[in-house]
């Protein structure tokens, strides 16, 4: 079973993307199996490994149900990663279900087609507030990583 880090803080800017980059590219080097989750419509960390991620399966329809996390996934040479664009800014408004928090924890430890079982690490890139998809990161997770400006 894989150890679920949601990298997360509402403000904005303060490094989750270039954490969670770092970090999966050092466990990588380290030996692990690490899976990256794209999880902020500004597809910054997809951007940043160079995902494709106009043309096919992302965070948007993995939520939605109609692809499934594995079938999400790219292998890139920095590391794999579920990726996302801005069409994912829309899924605060198209969940309605109950138990809508829980959607990226059942995707992700779903039996048949959930990759939680699959690797070392999963490390979840939030976007910077706390709506549904933070709150989808913050369940699916075993552990918070916030990252901070450190100021005076
Ligand atoms: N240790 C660092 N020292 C200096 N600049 C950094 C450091 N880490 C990240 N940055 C820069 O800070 C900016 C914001 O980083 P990043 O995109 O990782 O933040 P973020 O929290 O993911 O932002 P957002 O809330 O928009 O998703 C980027 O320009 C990045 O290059
Ligand atoms: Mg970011």
Same mark, same amino acid.
């Given at each position: 079973?894989?150890?679920?880090?949601?990298?997360?803080?509402?403000?904005?800017?303060?490094?989750?993307?270039?954490?969670?980059?770092?970090?999966?590219?050092?466990?990588?080097?380290?030996?692990?199996? +690490?899976?990256?989750?794209?999880?902020?419509?500004?597809?910054?960390?997809?951007?940043? +490994?160079?995902?494709?991620?106009?043309?096919?399966?992302?965070?948007?329809?993995?939520?939605?149900?109609?692809?499934?996390?594995?079938?999400?996934?790219?292998?890139?040479?920095?590391?794999?990663?579920?990726?996302?664009?801005?069409?994912?800014?829309?899924?605060?408004?198209?969940?309605?279900? +109950?138990?809508?928090?829980?959607?990226?924890?059942?995707?992700?430890?779903?039996?048949?087609?959930?990759?939680?079982?699959?690797?070392?690490?999963?490390?979840?890139?939030?976007?910077?507030?706390?709506?549904?998809?933070?709150?989808?990161?913050?369940?699916?997770?075993?552990?918070?990583?916030?990252?901070?400006?450190?100021?005076?």
């Amino acid at each position: 079973m894989s150890a679920i880090f949601a990298l997360a803080n509402q403000k904005g800017g303060v490094a989750k993307t270039t954490t969670t980059g770092i970090l999966a590219a050092g466990l990588k080097k380290q030996g692990f199996s +690490v899976l990256t989750i794209d999880c902020d419509p500004q597809g910054n960390l997809s951007m940043s +490994v160079a995902a494709e991620n106009q043309d096919s399966a992302t965070m948007y329809e993995v939520m939605k149900g109609t692809a499934s996390a594995r079938e999400a996934i790219q292998h890139t040479s920095s590391c794999d990663i579920i990726p996302a664009n801005t069409i994912l800014a829309g899924i605060e408004q198209e969940l309605h279900n +109950v138990g809508k928090e829980m959607t990226l924890r059942e995707k992700l430890r779903d039996e048949q087609t959930g990759v939680a079982e699959e690797y070392d690490y999963i490390l979840i890139d939030c976007p910077p507030s706390l709506g549904l998809l933070t709150v989808n990161a913050l369940t699916a997770a075993d552990y918070l990583l916030i990252p901070t400006m450190a100021e005076t």
